[in-house]
């Protein structure tokens, strides 16, 4: 416990802003608590008030109506049966009269018949007929709390001629109060529930924060390490390069066909590992977004003539046909350098994954944009392949690209470069046919 408890002080320190949810979570409670007790506490004296104002009003009325009975006792008590019949809430009823022999007053009329006739010296009841004032009392007895008012009853004259009391229960507010008190204090235990959900879940949004926080600063370290070796390894590989290509014109008449073949391979294992290096510096960069792109109005045309111009030489060793197809290319949108890029890409990997047949480049104008699609004759993509076809490091496995070197990279790096220039690349395949990838970038 003492270990836990730890933990939660150092995880405040280092986060200060999760005080704001720890005050969050007391404040908000104690707030609606207390709103809740004075708006109960209102309610019910608004409450009282109502029923107190009813009461006097319905004093008022029967006052009115019985002052002229005064002499028939029977007939205000069948008033008074009728009365309280229609209202339940009413739990005594009296009128009385002055009785100066008892100096006193008499019960002529009640709700209780033992109380008939009976004497009463109940102090309020001289206040409110020496005073001329109603007396209301707010009082309790084991049935609850109730109103009880006394008022004097005049004639037309207005002169005093007796007294009224009536008590009205408050069961029913209270009831009604005692409700709304217990669905307050629901409520106020939701509220705390979903506020200590909220605070957890925003502890675990700060969880989340930091860990973000961590990745990215884990991925900063990535990009710097990558860039870091990717520029360390071009320098050697340079030189390795270099000093071959040094020894091979030094010693071209020296070297027995064994050991030229020995070299041939060091080299091509050079070129794959300065594709790889390559390859490698440039997803580091477009991921870091550290790839200028200068989107101007240009010509397609001498693009793709000079793409194709310069990876005719891999198509030829493979004996393959690299074919243009002449057509309408309009001006469209784009960075010359990374158009060229993506086409030759494109063009490398149709000849790479292409045994025999031929590779054609065609333009094509529909909509706002131009196609620019590279269609070859190849071993074709199966649709299970395509859906990974442009990610990262994803390759076709398979016996006819067993020997096919490459990094996954290629496509990645096209669709990226093909989006940061507002376009896209679609692939349409069939397995032993061939495959078209065609590009899609936004007219001047």
Same mark, same amino acid.
């Given at each position: 416990?003492?270990?836990?408890?730890?933990?939660?002080?150092?995880?405040?320190?280092?986060?200060?802003?999760?005080?704001?949810?720890?005050?969050?979570?007391?404040?908000?409670?104690?707030?609606?608590?207390?709103?809740?007790?004075?708006?109960?506490?209102?309610?019910?004296?608004?409450?009282?008030?109502?029923?107190?104002?009813?009461?006097?009003?319905?004093?008022?009325?029967?006052?009115?109506?019985?002052?002229?009975?005064?002499?028939?006792?029977?007939?205000?008590?069948?008033?008074?049966?009728?009365?309280?019949?229609?209202?339940?809430?009413?739990?005594?009823?009296?009128?009385?009269?002055?009785?100066?022999?008892?100096?006193?007053?008499?019960?002529?009329?009640?709700?209780?018949?033992?109380?008939?006739?009976?004497?009463?010296?109940?102090?309020?009841?001289?206040?409110?007929?020496?005073?001329?004032?109603?007396?209301?009392?707010?009082?309790?007895?084991?049935?609850?709390?109730?109103?009880?008012?006394?008022?004097?009853?005049?004639?037309?004259?207005?002169?005093?001629?007796?007294?009224?009391?009536?008590?009205?229960?408050?069961?029913?507010?209270?009831?009604?109060?005692?409700?709304?008190?217990?669905?307050?204090?629901?409520?106020?235990?939701?509220?705390?529930?979903?506020?200590?959900?909220?605070?957890?879940?925003?502890?675990?949004?700060?969880?989340?924060?930091?860990?973000?926080?961590?990745?990215?600063?884990?991925?900063?370290?990535?990009?710097?390490?990558?860039?870091?070796?990717?520029?360390?390894?071009?320098?050697?590989?340079?030189?390795?390069?270099?000093?071959?290509?040094?020894?091979? +014109?030094?010693?071209?008449? $020296?070297? %027995? #066909? *064994?050991?030229? &073949?020995?070299?041939?391979?060091?080299? /091509? !294992?050079?070129?794959?590992?300065?594709?790889?290096?390559?390859?490698?510096?440039?997803?580091?960069?477009?991921?870091?977004?550290?790839?200028?792109?200068?989107?101007?109005?240009?010509?397609?045309?001498?693009?793709?003539?000079?793409?194709?111009?310069?990876?005719?030489?891999?198509?030829?060793?493979?004996?393959?046909?690299?074919?243009?197809?002449?057509? +309408?290319?309009?001006?469209? $949108?784009? %960075? #010359? *350098?990374?158009? &060229?890029?993506?086409?030759?890409?494109? /063009? !490398?990997?149709?000849?790479?994954?292409?045994?025999?047949?031929?590779?054609?480049?065609?333009?094509?104008?529909?909509?706002?944009?131009?196609?620019?699609?590279?269609?070859?004759?190849?071993?074709?993509?199966?649709?299970?392949?395509?859906?990974?076809?442009?990610?990262?490091?994803?390759?076709?496995?398979?016996?006819?690209?067993?020997?096919?070197?490459?990094?996954?990279?290629?496509?990645?790096?096209?669709? *990226?470069?093909? &989006?940061?220039?507002?376009?896209?690349?679609?692939?349409?395949?069939?397995?032993?046919?061939?495959?078209?990838?065609?590009?899609?970038?936004?007219?001047?």
């Amino acid at each position: 416990m003492k270990e836990l408890f730890g933990k939660a002080i150092f995880f405040i320190k280092e986060n200060p802003g999760i005080i704001y949810s720890l005050v969050l979570v007391l404040f908000i409670p104690i707030a609606i608590f207390f709103n809740t007790i004075y708006a109960v506490d209102r309610f019910q004296g608004n409450i009282d008030t109502i029923t107190q104002t009813k009461a006097v009003l319905a004093e008022n009325i029967i006052s009115l109506m019985a002052v002229n009975s005064l002499d028939a006792p029977d007939q205000l008590q069948k008033m008074i049966e009728r009365i309280t019949l229609e209202n339940t809430e009413i739990e005594k009823f009296e009128i009385l009269v002055p009785n100066p022999e008892q100096n006193g007053f008499k019960i002529i009329a009640s709700l209780n018949p033992e109380n008939e006739n009976a004497d009463s010296f109940e102090i309020k009841n001289s206040l409110a007929w020496n005073l001329r004032e109603g007396i209301a009392n707010l009082n309790s007895n084991n049935n609850g709390r109730f109103w009880e008012i006394t008022k004097i009853m005049l004639d037309e004259n207005n002169q005093k001629k007796a007294l009224i009391s009536l008590a009205f229960s408050l069961n029913d507010s209270d009831a009604l109060v005692d409700s709304t008190i217990n669905h307050s204090y629901l409520v106020l235990i939701l509220t705390v529930l979903v506020v200590l959900l909220l605070v957890s879940n925003q502890a675990r949004l700060f969880g989340y924060a930091l860990t973000l926080s961590k990745l990215k600063e884990i991925d900063q370290v990535k990009d710097n390490f990558i860039s870091m070796a990717s520029h360390e390894l071009r320098s050697p590989l340079t030189a390795i390069k270099g000093y071959l290509e040094f020894f091979r +014109e030094k010693n071209e008449d $020296k070297v %027995d #066909p *064994e050991s030229h &073949k020995y070299l041939e391979n060091i080299s /091509l !294992s050079v070129g794959r590992l300065g594709s790889l290096v390559n390859d490698i510096l440039e997803v580091s960069r477009l991921e870091s977004n550290r790839i200028p792109i200068n989107i101007v109005a240009l010509d397609p045309r001498p693009i793709i003539i000079g793409s194709i111009q310069e990876i005719k030489s891999q198509a030829i060793a493979k004996g393959l046909e690299l074919i243009f197809l002449p057509s +309408e290319t309009p001006k469209i $949108k784009a %960075d #010359p *350098e990374r158009l &060229k890029q993506i086409v030759i890409n494109l /063009l !490398s990997n149709s000849i790479k994954y292409t045994p025999t047949g031929k590779v054609e480049v065609s333009t094509k104008v529909k909509s706002k944009e131009l196609l620019i699609t590279v269609a070859d004759t190849g071993i074709g993509i199966s649709a299970e392949d395509q859906l990974s076809l442009f990610q990262k490091f994803s390759r076709i496995q398979n016996e006819k690209t067993r020997d096919v070197v490459g990094t996954g990279l290629g496509l990645w790096i096209t669709m *990226e470069l093909a &989006k940061k220039m507002k376009g896209n690349i679609a692939v349409e395949s069939i397995e032993g046919v061939g495959s078209h990838f065609t590009i899609h970038m936004p007219l001047a």
